[in-house]
């Protein structure tokens, strides 16, 4: 059992698993617009976001020349493999998609390394962080896969990178109130400054727009409707579940495979 919860905890850790979701995300994009399935964008998309997130997590260990933990060494080994897998694949993307994507690199750069300041970068900039991850994440999930297909830019991609923002706001929302007793107060996270209780109501008034803009898209799809109604449903109960006392688990897992069960009901339905 315990090498199993090893695994499992490296699997996490490791940032395989937001890869997926990551991953998944692209993929449901490319269903909502009916492309082809895209092996270099989805490659990028799911190493690349293993290094990304590896980098953001770790980074500060190899800048400060901490010592390294087993575990550790393997998430460093797993992250050069994924750069140098996910540097192939970005050179096989258009050329429009490789500058776009090299805009969210550079966010993800800033958002982790103290340029501006020895001791601070962007994640420590009060109140930033959320809207950082989900400009990425938005990005990243719908406009890298739709440039590289050369789906034209027009009111159904602008709608989709609005669902997709207010979503990923929705789902930091919950990870914001479960680190509230972690996080540094000079953070100035939601929770922080206006507290739980309304940050969860400020969750569900996000998720009314995130449904009710599959109305104005240009072709409606009753199916779509149907699932993106079931994605809500379990949105709402994992905020309204979500407190400071969970299990890291309750994040790092289970609200993280909300992607993937919303890719799965594509196929179920």
């Known amino acids: 059992m315990k090498s199993i919860r090893q695994v499992f905890d490296f699997y996490l ?3 395989i698993h937001v890869a997926l979701a990551v991953l998944s995300l692209v993929l449901m994009t490319n269903h909502m617009f009916q492309n082809a399935f895209d092996l270099p964008m989805a490659g990028f998309a799911f190493l690349g976001t293993i290094f990304g997130y590896n980098f953001i997590k770790y980074e500060v260990f190899f800048r400060n020349k901490k010592p390294l933990w087993k575990e550790l ?3 460093a080994i797993l992250s050069i493999f994924s750069f140098l897998a996910s540097a192939y694949f970005f050179f096989c993307l ?15 750069f800033l958002y982790t390394v103290p340029v501006f300041s020895k001791k601070k970068n962007i994640r420590n900039w009060s109140g930033v962080k959320i809207y950082i991850v989900a400009i990425c994440w938005s990005g990243v999930t719908t406009l890298l896969p739709l440039m590289n297909a050369g789906t034209d830019v027009f009111s159904d991609v602008i709608l989709k990178c ?3 923002f207010l979503l990923i706001i929705t789902l930091i929302l919950i990870f914001e109130i479960i680190d509230l007793r972690t996080d540094d107060p000079a953070l100035e996270t939601v ?4 507290g739980v209780k309304k940050t969860k109501i400020l969750g569900l008034i996000l998720l009314i727009p995130f449904y009710f803009l599959e109305f104005f898209k240009t072709n409606l799809d009753t199916n779509q409707l149907f699932i993106n109604a079931i994605l809500v449903i379990v949105t709402t109960l994992f905020m309204l579940f979500a407190n400071e006392k969970r299990s890291k688990y309750y994040t790092s897992f289970w609200v993280e495979s909300i992607p993937m069960f919303w890719l799965l009901l594509i196929y179920l339905f």
Not at 94 to 108: N, P, R
Not at 191 to 194: D, L, M
């Open 13 to 15: 850790n490791g940032s």
């Open 73 to 75: 060494k393997a998430i």
């Open 94 to 108: 258009e050329k429009a998609t490789q500058i776009t994507a090299v805009i969210f690199f550079g966010l993800t």
């Open 162 to 164: 609005c669902q997709r």
């Open 191 to 194: 929770p922080q400054k206006i």
